[in-house]
């Protein structure tokens, strides 16, 4: 009876070819759930009594769901929370893996422990149970989980599952586990429970003996304790897996990035050749399509590096302060006859046997929404697998558009894939056909596997290309598979003619679907949203590197910013100006066009040398720094209308550097926000919010792609801060003309002065000494630039001392009595204002005519500040007008007073 219940059982047996369904075949959770919603299309008869509802009625049978489970005593399962156990069990990494001695020894202890032939670490997976260890089993490594004693196990209310004997059990007495092979009379398990909170799996033992009396409460203790030292062993593992993976992933990021730098040259260089117009007439339509595939090329390997970097870096995007997380993956675009040609220029290069064809029916629309770098990428693994593998024949991509109100024949039924059978939305269908050797079934359950270092992988189309394709399609949702060409054949017989005459019998069909999306008409797409910036109101939202794109040119060098002076005001101020080195910056400073600048931080020379020409091309002066200290005093010297500062430098880092200007900014520039964008390639996403937390305004990948540099250049903040620096410089320079002409004219009216009083007192050197001497100014300031002060002065006429430091300006201040004083109150050692007190304490006590006309420059107005010995404040930053008015009251006052002497 035993022997016809064996029989039985084999015959409703699952077929061996037959792959369970595993959490590895998803990559999200709303993909596992859509898959355990699926009803079995073949359950077996033992499976259908789980399926039998009050009433005798039959409901949906699902091959997760526990058959013939007992209500009294068990949970039901939901599929919520099963969906949740799975993806946790996804990220323990242990599924599928090889055996390893630390569980092998825990197996086999218990097995001596317990003097039992059958020890078990068994997961439960989504259709089957997987054994992670399996002492008495042999080579076995999975059952299907609708004969699964642990799936009974995961639902107790017990923490000991117990089934003394399984011919007295309902349950599991026409189980093929017990009327077959290992021919299962005793059972005994405790689940595996997370940290996480979920039941992944049992530890258990097995007798094909029954045990009547059970387990006592000592050996149920063992089993209890050898389940928990399973479950930290899994835990200890994961942790070991993680790391080893953030290592990887870490490596994979640094190698992409160092790819970067060289990358980066390639195209400055090849830009600089497609540009070259005498280059481009010389060469023949074959050399420029070889130079135009280059390009592409680089353009294809840049977008794969960004992707490894961004998903290293956790695909934070931090866009004007505040972080979000976005990934680099979203639906976008993409323009199919682009998507075909970029294919067709790249493969172009690529050695083939056998000619190659390209199909795309016209029911396919011109723009989809999706991401393009995946449908790229996963095309060409499968061409460079049918290239390979390919030596007779040929090699088609077809791409279509199945609709899911369309019908299937019955023999299309019978041999295409589920997903052409019957897509619960219109998918788009890539197909790439070959005509190589074909693949031998027992290879297709593990095709699509991360399986490279497999023997078979290099005859094979087997591989990390395919492994690949599978991990891209389902994060978007779709479908990937293979079958063998003659299937096809078979079914359509109308596509033989398609075939080139090849034997029906050769090659294979690659395919994927993905659900097809079309943008909405009139809608806006992100890059379109990214260019309106004409008017510099809206602010840009940060460039998205995986847009298609094209190349910027970067040939063409921009002559130099400070050209030859021409006739402008500043020239009859400046008649024998030479434009050299020495006057470069005060041509600028002075010129009726102010010059827009960007500092660049980035201890590569590369990098510097690639930004400075893309910024030189917008119009730009570019200063460089090498190092975070270097950095740092440029952000002193001058207001720019965009810094960018690398994270990681020799002397000082970028953080750093963004803390101390910030902090120093705050107390010396407050008028004005310097727009700052850190810039890295290994920061992750904590470090990205350090970077904004120490004074960053935004974060960008590095290196930046040359294609970006116009958005960032008419950003929102870039574009406020060149309207501010464009008013200051306006103003400083009307007031620092204005001056100037005044100067003519009251040095035409001390002509004509001189002139008076020597015909009515006669003529001496005396007072033409006293008449023509020029007002002194002195000015303290803690810059060994030339500021508006100081600049204004000069063009008042006045001679001109400055120093730096308290201590200089209070030994000048005794040695003499000034025109007029202008002291920065930020000085070293003490501030401006303690300078002055200690002045006028000598003053008192040493001189008896006083010291007029000193001005405190501070950051914020003091009322207070007259009663320190001032005789008034300037804001920071100064009101050139302001200081001219001054300048020429004092001017006045020294004229006037060598008259009285005279």
């Given at each position: 009876m035993e022997g016809d219940a064996k029989m039985d059982e084999t015959k409703e047996a699952p077929p061996p070819s037959l792959r369970h369904r595993t959490v590895l075949d998803y990559d999200s959770a709303s993909a596992v759930s859509s898959a355990l919603m699926e009803p079995n299309s073949n359950p077996t008869p033992y499976q259908m009594s789980s399926c039998v509802i009050?009433?005798?009625?039959?409901?949906?049978?699902?091959?997760?769901?526990?058959?013939?489970?007992?209500?009294?005593?068990?949970?039901?399962?939901?599929?919520?929370?099963?969906?949740?156990?799975?993806?946790?069990?996804?990220?323990?990494?242990?599924?599928?893996?090889?055996?390893?001695?630390?569980?092998?020894?825990?197996?086999?202890?218990?097995?001596?422990?317990?003097?039992?032939?059958?020890?078990?670490?068994?997961?439960?997976?989504?259709?089957?149970?997987?054994?992670?260890?399996?002492?008495?089993?042999?080579?076995?490594?999975?059952?299907?989980?609708?004969?699964?004693?642990?799936?009974?196990a995961l639902l107790s209310e017990s923490d000991v599952f117990i089934v003394p004997e399984t011919f007295d059990d309902p349950r599991f007495v026409n189980n093929g586990l017990v009327t077959g092979p290992p021919f299962i009379r005793f059972y005994a398990g405790v689940p595996l429970n997370s940290p996480e909170g979920y039941k992944l799996g049992t530890f258990c033992i097995i007798d094909s003996k029954p045990r009547p009396n059970g387990l006592s409460l000592n050996e149920k203790q063992n089993l209890r304790e050898l389940a928990d030292m399973v479950m930290d062993t899994m835990v200890s593992r994961k942790k070991e897996m993680d790391q080893l993976r953030d290592e990887k992933t870490r490596l994979i990021a640094c190698a992409a990035h160092d790819l970067l730098t060289p990358l980066t040259g390639i195209q400055l260089n090849l830009g600089l050749l497609m540009e070259d117009k005498n280059l481009r007439d010389k060469l023949d339509p074959h050399q420029r399509e070889l130079m135009d595939t280059s390009v592409k090329c680089s353009e294809m390997i840049e977008r794969i590096c960004f992707q490894a970097i961004e998903t290293f870096r956790g695909e934070l995007v931090v866009r004007g302060g505040q972080s979000e997380s976005s990934t680099m993956s979203g639906e976008r675009?993409?323009?199919?006859?682009?998507?075909?040609?970029?294919?067709?220029?790249?493969?172009?290069?690529?050695?083939?046997?056998?000619?190659?064809?390209?199909?795309?029916?016209?029911?396919?629309?011109?723009?989809?929404?999706?991401?393009?770098?995946?449908?790229?990428?996963?095309?060409?693994?499968?061409l460079t697998n049918a290239f390979k593998h390919t030596d007779s024949g040929s090699i088609r991509l077809h791409i279509y558009v199945r609709k899911a109100s369309e019908s299937i024949t019955d023999m299309e039924l019978d041999r295409l894939p589920g997903t052409f059978v019957a897509p619960k939305c219109d998918v788009l269908v890539v197909e790439v056909h070959d005509t190589g050797p074909g693949i031998d079934l027992d290879k297709y359950s593990t095709l699509f596997t991360p399986n490279g270092s497999d023997e078979s992988a290099q005859s094979t189309h087997s591989g990390i290309g395919l492994y690949s394709v599978a991990t891209a399609i389902n994060s978007l949702g779709g479908e990937c598979g293979v079958f063998p060409r003659k299937d096809l054949t078979g079914a359509l017989p109308s596509l033989a003619s398609t075939l080139l005459n090849v034997p029906a019998a050769s090659g294979s069909v690659f395919w994927f679907s993905i659900p097809l999306k079309v943008p909405e008409c009139g809608s806006p797409s992100r890059l379109e949203k990214q260019q309106q910036t004409a008017d510099g109101t809206t602010a840009v939202e940060e460039p998205t590197r995986l847009v298609s794109r094209k190349r910027p040119s970067i040939a063409r060098s921009m002559t130099s910013q400070t050209e030859?002076?021409?006739?402008?005001?500043?020239?009859?101020?400046?008649?024998?100006?030479?434009?050299?080195?020495?006057?470069?910056?005060?041509?600028?400073?002075?010129?009726?066009q102010r010059v827009k600048r960007v500092?660049?931080?980035?201890?590569?020379?590369?990098?510097?040398?690639?930004?400075?020409?893309?910024?030189?091309?917008?119009?730009?002066?570019?200063?460089?720094?090498?190092?975070?200290?270097?950095?740092?005093?440029?952000?002193?010297?001058?207001?720019?209308?965009?810094?960018?500062?690398?994270?990681?430098?020799?002397?000082?880092?970028?953080?750093?550097?963004?803390?101390?200007?910030?902090?120093w900014e705050k107390e010396r520039r407050p008028w004005f926000h310097q727009y700052i964008i850190g810039?890295?390639?290994?920061?992750?996403?904590?470090?990205?919010?350090?970077?904004?937390?120490?004074?960053?305004?935004?974060?960008m990948g590095k290196p930046i792609p040359l294609k970006s540099l116009k958005d960032i250049a008419t950003c929102k903040p870039v574009l406020e801060a060149d309207a501010l620096l464009?008013?200051?410089?306006?103003?400083?320079?009307?007031?620092?003309?204005?001056?100037?002409?005044?100067?003519?004219?009251?040095?035409?009216?001390?002509?004509?002065?001189r002139s008076s009083v020597s015909s009515s007192q006669g003529h001496s050197s005396v007072s033409d000494s006293l008449l023509s001497a020029k007002a002194t100014c002195l000015i303290v300031e803690n810059t060994s630039d030339r500021s508006i002060v100081r600049q204004i002065a000069e063009k008042s006429g006045f001679k001109i001392v400055a120093v730096r430091g308290g201590d200089d300006a209070i030994r000048l201040l005794k040695m003499?009595?000034?025109?007029?004083?202008?002291?920065?109150?930020?000085?070293?050692?003490?501030?401006?204002?303690?300078?002055?007190?200690?002045?006028?304490?000598?003053?008192?006590?040493?001189?008896?005519?006083?010291?007029?006309?000193?001005?405190?420059?501070?950051?914020?107005h003091d009322p207070n500040a007259l009663q320190s010995g001032v005789d008034g404040t300037l804001g920071k930053p100064v009101d050139p007008m302001h200081v001219h008015r001054l300048l020429e009251k004092a001017s006045k006052e020294v004229f006037q007073c060598s008259r009285e002497i005279l």
């Open positions: 009050s009433g005798g009625s039959t409901s949906v049978c699902r091959d997760w769901q526990t058959p013939l489970l007992d209500p009294n005593t068990s949970e039901p399962e939901s599929l919520e929370r099963e969906v949740e156990r799975l993806m946790v069990l996804k990220e323990y990494f242990i599924l599928d893996s090889d055996r390893e001695e630390k569980f092998e020894r825990i197996t086999a202890l218990a097995s001596r422990i317990f003097d039992i032939p059958i020890c078990l670490v068994s997961l439960v997976d989504i259709g089957r149970q997987w054994f992670m260890s399996a002492q008495g089993l042999g080579d076995v490594r999975e059952t299907s989980r609708e004969v699964s004693f642990c799936s009974h675009p993409v323009k199919i006859d682009q998507l075909v040609e970029n294919l067709n220029k790249v493969v172009s290069a690529f050695p083939k046997k056998v000619p190659f064809y390209i199909e795309k029916e016209e029911n396919v629309p011109a723009t989809i929404l999706s991401d393009e770098l995946k449908l790229f990428r996963s095309i060409m693994n499968y030859v002076m021409q006739d402008t005001p500043m020239k009859k101020h400046y008649p024998d100006a030479e434009v050299n080195d020495e006057v470069k910056e005060e041509i600028e400073e002075m010129s009726a500092l660049i931080v980035d201890d590569s020379l590369t990098i510097r040398k690639a930004l400075s020409k893309g910024f030189s091309r917008l119009g730009f002066a570019v200063d460089e720094a090498e190092n975070g200290m270097e950095g740092l005093k440029k952000l002193r010297k001058r207001e720019y209308n965009l810094v960018l500062l690398d994270f990681l430098m020799p002397v000082l880092d970028g953080v750093d550097v963004a803390k101390k200007f910030r902090s810039m890295s390639a290994h920061a992750n996403g904590n470090e990205a919010e350090l970077g904004i937390k120490s004074g960053m305004d935004r974060f464009e008013a200051r410089h306006k103003q400083s320079l009307g007031a620092i003309l204005d001056a100037a002409d005044r100067m003519e004219k009251l040095n035409s009216d001390d002509e004509r002065s003499r009595n000034w025109g007029i004083v202008f002291i920065d109150n930020n000085l070293p050692l003490f501030s401006g204002s303690s300078c002055i007190v200690r002045f006028r304490d000598w003053e008192k006590r040493s001189r008896v005519v006083r010291q007029k006309n000193i001005f405190l420059l501070a950051d914020n």
